[in-house]
């Protein structure tokens, strides 16, 4: 197998907490590679593969899809890419999906951000957008909303356990929370 000199950062919070605007600043400033698990299931829906019906009845109701499916997807993003520096976005959400990326892709992250964000800014910055996501209406925005609030905790709790969270306030402009990520990168430069 390639020898890869693999910097991983799992990049975490709820629906509409920031997670992609905060990953596009990143790879601007500091040259990672950003694999959304979200946007890989979405492409996965585009293309019409085989698991794209399945995926498109789970996204709609906010649910996880199973984990193989996904890191499978990552696992492809992972391969295809020269830089060995990767933000995955929006992944795990849960504990079997943080297992399946330890059992598949034999890595753990060097450090897991996590977006903290009241569910009210959430739900008004997923109200806001206006990409037509299938995903981005009142009823499905309260599921992932559950979703999230019932499986996060035990991901975050583990890296924290760990020493590798970075818990982001995620209040604020753009900018201003940038400020807040940025000092997490700008240590690992050197
Ligand atoms: N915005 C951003 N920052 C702002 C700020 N500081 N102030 C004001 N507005 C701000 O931001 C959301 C919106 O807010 C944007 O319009 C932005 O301009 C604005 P964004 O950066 O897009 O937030 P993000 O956290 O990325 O929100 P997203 O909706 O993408 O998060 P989700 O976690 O809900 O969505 P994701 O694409 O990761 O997953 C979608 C679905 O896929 C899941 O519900 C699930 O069904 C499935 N899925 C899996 O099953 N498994 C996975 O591993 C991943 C996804
Ligand atoms: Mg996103």
Do not use: W
Not at 157 to 184: H, M, N, Q, W
Request: hydrophobic share 35%; with cysteine; net charge negative.
């Amino acid at each position: 197998s390639k020898e890869k000199n693999l910097y991983i950062t799992f990049v975490l919070g709820g629906p509409g907490s920031g997670k992609g605007t905060q990953c596009a600043k990143i790879v601007e400033n500091f040259g990672y590679t950003h694999l959304s698990a979200g946007e890989l299931l979405r492409q996965e829906i585009a293309s019409n593969s085989e698991d794209g019906v399945m995926i498109l009845d789970m996204i709609k109701e906010g649910k996880i899809v199973p984990s193989e499916v996904t890191v499978k997807l990552i696992q492809k993003g992972m391969e295809s890419c020269d830089n060995g520096k990767f933000l995955i976005d929006g992944f795990p959400r849960n504990e079997e999906n943080r297992t399946a990326f330890e059992q598949i892709i034999g890595a753990e992250p060097n450090i897991v951000l996590f977006f903290d964000c009241p569910e009210e800014e959430m739900i008004k910055r997923v109200l806001n957008r206006n990409e037509g996501r299938v995903d981005d209406n009142i009823e499905t925005i309260r599921k992932r909303l559950k979703v999230f609030a019932a499986s996060h905790y035990p991901v975050i709790d583990y890296y924290s356990k760990k020493g590798k969270l970075c818990k982001i306030d995620a209040i604020g402009t753009e900018d201003e929370i940038f400020e807040r990520v940025r000092p997490v990168f700008a240590a690992c430069e050197g």
